[in-house]
């Protein structure tokens, strides 16, 4: 459905509510035409997972209503605020793979309904971390090759020309979230004990500490 919003702003001290005012009218956002689910819903650094995207009822593609088959659907996901990425959806720095493959946004979905796309066997990228991923959706034209040089340069993370879009999660909130893989992904926290190590002892009993 659509969601109505406020627009307020504050032209000095914005510590307290008193100090925000609200601008008039309303700003109206309709609803998501598409979302993503991952089965599991949140796996590991290491974890195999298929995500499928789905469209949320009927609409119009920003191209051409036979531009919306599953089958011209396309994904990538670009880790949320690392690195200077932040999420942006035209980043070409990829992190998801299929097997060893990286998933460069020009990989066909694995199987398709009438208003679903799943890709099958992903797991994150080895140079990929866990955390928080925005995964992006864009259309190609479905059956016409002449568009593929138009769409992608042909380079492996380059999607040039092709029209990002955010999903959001079916399961709540925006976000596909990658959990650490521990004690695989434990790391040392570095500071002023990064070399400090963890001793016990016994009262009247000699113990070596090296």
């Known amino acids: 459905t659509v969601q109505h919003y406020k627009v307020c702003y ?15 009218g309303t700003l109206s956002v309709a609803a998501g035409r598409y979302a993503f689910s991952t089965s599991p819903a949140s796996p590991t650094r290491r974890e195999t997972f298929s995500l499928t ?11 051409s209503q036979a531009w919306s088959n599953p089958a011209s659907w396309r994904i990538k996901a670009v880790l949320y605020d690392r690195q200077g990425v932040d999420g942006v959806c035209s980043s070409t720095v990829l ?13 066909s979905p694995a199987a398709v309904t009438a208003h679903t796309a799943t890709w099958e066997g ?21 059956g016409a090759d002449e568009h593929v040089e138009e769409l992608w340069d042909g380079n492996v993370g380059s999607q040039a020309h092709c029209n990002w879009i955010p999903l959001a999660n079916a399961g709540g909130g925006r976000f596909l ?8 992904d434990w790391t040392q926290s570095h500071g002023v004990f990064l070399h400090q190590g963890n001793f016990g002892a016994t009262a009247g009993r000699a113990v070596n500490v090296t």
């Open 10 to 24: 504050c032209a000095g001290l914005c510590s307290t509510g008193a100090q925000w005012q609200a601008v008039p």
């Open 53 to 63: 995207v789905e469209r949320l009822g009927v609409q119009d593609s920003p191209y």
């Open 95 to 107: 992190a998801l793979s299929i097997g060893t493959t990286a998933l460069a946004g020009t990989e």
């Open 122 to 142: 992903l797991v994150v990228g080895a140079t990929a971390s866990y955390g928080t991923y925005t995964v992006c959706y864009c259309e190609v034209a479905a």
């Open 177 to 184: 979230d990658v959990r650490a893989d521990f004690p695989a």
